[in-house]
């Protein structure tokens, strides 16, 4: 049964689906390339690029459009348990589904932090009841995020943590930090650290320069990155621990990046969608939709990050999904709570770099599909047989205005309010199960 627009159908129908006239994204083989796919039982079956098509239970007909591995989101905060007006499962998966991402790889940052077995089981039933999309929850790397006594790392990785991470409480008594990395490398753990100097970014809502001068906003400098940076790729020489740095944000913080990869260390690197896309000067009305964490950085630093991205030194592109709710963004800039929702604007505002001429989107979904599963150990963000059908449907042109009051997040606080954006999710499959569609 072929459709002329890619909407839901039933779970299983027939069983098999075959995509025909996609324009396929293959950021494993770097491929654009027109073609068909195959999915059946929840993987991905054939791909082809020929009229010699299989037969399947269902047809898609995708009119063109681009059909891509779902994106794979390490960092997303849902605020169960604690606040749960500000975000659900139930509305961070579905926010996720409309945005084109199939796993969210969520936060400890809540109240209480996910730091023991039974926090994070909690976790896990929650999303698994709530969610369409799949979620992979991350524990706390010490005990409440306090940086003091680290965290049963083992019993946590049986209980289904992927990483550990205190998110943005940087561990500041390094013999904690380095007896934490040393257990987790022997556990085979991976670990995510927020790299940034506590001690000067302290209370800052802005990048020093000359924009938080004339603002009149207290600042930091961009060397704080490089300090933390510094710093834990010291103690990554150390213990031998696999590390991932958050947010890689300032020009500074790259040739430290550099040399830890060129030494051997096993470190990889992400950055923010927001830290792309936008730079210092859009603080300049005091729109504290822009206050994100570590703050928005001056162009030079963002074409520096772009260009890391393309080369392949920075290897993940993330959401950052942070909600927060009106009470707490309709503050004075200096007052008002750091981050951004970002699950639903990922792959609209990603758009911008492609069309921009910044990155291609092979390039552009390696970093936002494949590199973030291999990280993870994953097998999806990938088209090649056997992977997941983790797929994202979507129009890349297609231009529309954002109207943050339309998100399904629980929280508006988007940057984008108001922006006119190019790149639209048209449809987006879990294991070959669609659970976000809509007219193309």
Not at 135 to 154: F, H, N, S
Not at 356 to 381: I, M, Q, T
């Amino acid at each position: 049964m072929a459709h002329d627009d890619p909407k839901c159908t039933p779970e299983g129908a027939q069983g098999s689906t075959l995509f025909i006239n996609a324009r396929l994204i293959d950021p494993e083989a770097g491929t654009d390339a027109a073609g068909w796919l195959l999915a059946e039982g929840g993987t991905i079956r054939a791909t082809g690029h020929g009229s010699d098509m299989p037969e399947a239970g269902q047809t898609v007909d995708c009119a063109g459009h681009c059909l891509a591995p779902g994106l794979v989101d390490i960092g997303v905060k849902v605020c169960e348990p604690g606040e749960r007006h500000k975000e659900s499962y139930r509305s961070a998966g579905l926010a996720a589904a409309a945005g084109g991402v199939t796993t969210m790889a969520t936060r400890p940052d809540t109240l209480p932090a996910i730091d023991s077995p039974e926090t994070l089981e909690f976790v896990e039933r929650r999303a698994n009841a709530a969610a369409p999309v799949n979620v992979l929850p991350m524990a706390a790397l010490t005990k409440g995020r306090d940086g003091r006594e680290m965290t049963e790392i083992r019993f946590l990785m049986d209980a289904g943590a992927v990483a550990f991470t205190d998110c943005d409480h940087v561990v500041t008594d390094t013999k904690v930090l380095s007896r934490a990395l040393t257990y987790a490398r022997a556990c085979g753990a991976l670990v995510i650290a927020h790299p940034q100097e506590p001690g000067l970014s302290a209370g800052a809502a802005a990048t020093s320069g000359k924009v938080a001068s004339l603002r009149g906003l207290p600042s930091v400098s961009p060397m704080a990155e490089r300090m933390g940076l510094d710093r834990d790729i010291a103690l990554l020489e150390m213990t031998g621990a696999a590390y991932h740095a958050d947010q890689i944000t300032t020009q500074r913080a790259l040739p430290a990046l550099e040399r830890a990869r060129h030494n051997g260390f096993d470190i990889t690197a992400g950055t923010s969608i927001h830290h792309l896309t936008l730079n210092e000067l859009d603080v300049a009305d005091y729109r504290t939709f822009f206050k994100v964490k570590p703050p928005l950085r001056s162009e030079d630093d963002r074409q520096a990050v772009v260009a890391a991205v393309r080369d392949g030194l920075i290897d993940i592109i993330s959401s950052m999904h942070t909600p927060q709710d009106e009470e707490s963004k309709r503050l004075p800039f200096e007052e008002a709570a750091s981050g951004a929702v970002g699950l639903e604007t990922f792959l609209p505002a990603a758009m911008r770099l492609y069309h921009a001429g910044e990155l291609e989107l092979p390039a552009l979904f390696r970093a936002l599909s494949l590199n973030p599963a291999r990280r993870l150990g994953l097998d999806c963000g990938r088209l090649a047989r056997g992977a997941p059908a983790d797929l994202v449907l979507f129009d890349p042109d297609k231009p529309f205005v954002l109207d943050r009051w339309t998100l399904h997040s629980k929280s508006k606080n988007t940057p984008y309010d108001g922006q006119r954006l190019q790149g639209r999710v048209l449809a987006t499959y879990v294991a070959g199960t669609c659970v976000h569609g809509g007219a193309a």
